[in-house]
């Protein structure tokens, strides 16, 4: 089976992601290039748990890369460039590593286990203290634990959570993610939920005020899915669709976004 690599893209207040991790390895000496273009459109925003008529329109571009430095070892990087009204600007790097450390062949499919660690940081000085702002300018320590269990009929479900340790007010958070799809050598596609939890922190018109944006705590409920068609040996294109369903400190609506993705293969 051909591995599929899909476009990964974080942000703390929209977090449109699929996890921090997939639960695919490039192989030694194998990297991938994603470029992601984005539009969320959201309609109502949760001031804390309330929800209240606000609406936003955000665009962004993401830079994805990763590469195999050995079969069971990975390490990727993102960029994304964010405009939210007159706000513009490069966002958070992040960059990430992640190591297969437990591999089991069963009659029915292949369970694998692999931890994960890495960090963003703020790439700009962007402006802190709006609803149109591109992040909270949080450098943020993450770790994770993911199982991937892939069937022979090329179904897979990949389940992962962790801990997202933040140097500056931001809350703390623990994320979880699920993902269930297919993927073989003409389609790869998945559906995922996506959960996270924040200690603690301030909501959105509450006490006190004027508010300091950087305490905020950010819950979310979300769900999407991914279609992903090579189009050649080593390029191939995507789409994807998410919803926010409900949560804390954050908008209401659905997120479009379609890409390229172009494999550099050691052996090709």
Known sequence: MKPIYILLLFFPITVVSQGKIDGFYRGQGNGTMV??????????????????DLSRNLYYANLYGAYGITNNFDAQI????????????????????????????????????????????????????????????????????????QCNTNWFTTLQSGFSYKLEEVPNS????????????????????????????????????????????????????TVFKPISKNLGAYVNLSYMLSGRNTFQGAAYGIGLSYDFKRNN
Request: no cysteine.
């Open 35 to 52: 470029l992601g273009l984005g539009f969320e459109d959201s309609k109502k925003y949760f001031a804390g748990r309330d929800k209240i």
């Open 174 to 225: 623990v994320p979880f993610a699920l993902k269930v799809g297919k993927a073989t050598s003409n389609w790869y596609y998945d559906a995922y939920y996506e959960y996270q939890y924040s200690f603690g922190g301030t909501d959105y018109l509450g006490a006190p005020r004027p508010q300091n944006f950087r305490e905020f705590g950010v819950d979310y409920h979300k769900i999407g899915t």
């Open 78 to 149: 993102s960029i994304p460039y964010l405009t939210s009204d007159d706000n513009r600007s490069f966002q958070d790097i992040s960059v990430f590593a992640k190591y297969r450390f437990y591999q089991k062949q069963t009659e029915k499919g292949n369970l694998q286990l692999s931890l994960g660690a890495g960090f963003s940081t703020p790439l700009s000085n962007y402006e802190i203290g709006d609803l149109n702002d591109l992040g909270q300018q949080a450098t943020i320590i993450e770790t994770r634990a993911m199982l991937h269990y």
